[in-house]
């Protein structure tokens, strides 16, 4: 019977040196920098100047779309390019709808803490099975169903004709 192997064998021995020897590395190269370069002043919570974020949209594949924000319509978007919608920084996430003829409609959330591009997929209405979630249709109940054995209900007849009304001779 074998003794069984210690967890701190060579090997392990050799990956802390290494793992020292690259950290040691990394210190000596963070402090090595240009002592005549200004340093970055950035604003506080790393936020530009401008206070905008910009969040491109483009479709795949590429067709012409509609995006809309709620009932507000943001523009479509154009065949070759992205669209391109600036919004104040952290203003909160926008829940957007992309939809172009022939294909399904997105729901896509974008959100205005960073700039950020989003690519949306489209999936044609011939392929909506292929969409995890997809439910096939349920045919209505009455839409050619058999009646399970029940009798069919009479036929309606009109009403009887009222009788003539009898007069006094």
Do not use: C
């Not at 209405?125 to 045919?139: C, I, Q």
């Amino acid at each position: 019977m074998k003794p069984r192997a210690r967890w701190y064998g060579r090997g392990w021995l050799a990956g802390g040196a290494l793992l020292a020897i690259l950290g040691l590395a990394a210190a000596v190269g963070l402090g090595a920098e240009d002592a005549n370069q200004s340093p970055v002043v950035r604003e506080p919570s790393g936020q530009n100047a401008d206070d905008k974020v910009h969040i491109t949209l483009q479709t795949v594949p590429p067709r012409k779309a509609v995006v809309k924000w709620g009932s507000k319509s943001l523009g479509m978007i154009p065949v070759p390019r992205p669209l391109v919608v600036v919004r104040p920084r952290d203003s909160g996430p926008l829940d957007l709808v992309i939809s172009a003829t022939g294909f399904l409609p997105v729901h896509t959330r974008a959100y205005t803490f960073s700039d950020s591009r989003v690519a949306i997929k489209l999936t044609p209405v011939s392929e909506k099975n292929t969409l995890f979630g997809y439910r096939a249709e349920v045919p209505r109940a009455d839409a050619g169903a058999p009646d399970g054995g029940a009798p069919a209900p009479p036929p309606a007849t009109p009403p009887a004709p009222a009788p003539a009304p009898i007069l006094p001779q």
